[in-house]
């Protein structure tokens, strides 16, 4: 893995986390849209499972 792509599973990492566990800390944030509220755990999400996806592929391939 070279520098970069470690600094990109760190931010990766760190923003799918924030973004999963905001349901918990939302109703601190009056200033937040109930729609963004609502569509950053599930971007997240989505984005965690998709970096898992690329690095399996990857391994399976044989790359590292």
Request: aromatic share 8%.
């Amino acid at each position: 893995m070279t520098h970069k792509e470690a600094i990109l599973t760190k931010a990766t990492t760190g923003v799918a986390t924030g973004g999963i566990t905001m349901p918990v800390w939302w109703p601190t944030l009056s200033d937040t849209s109930n729609w963004a509220a609502q569509m950053v755990p599930i971007v997240s999400l989505i984005w965690i499972v998709l970096q898992i996806v690329f690095v399996v592929r990857r391994r399976m391939r044989g790359e590292k």
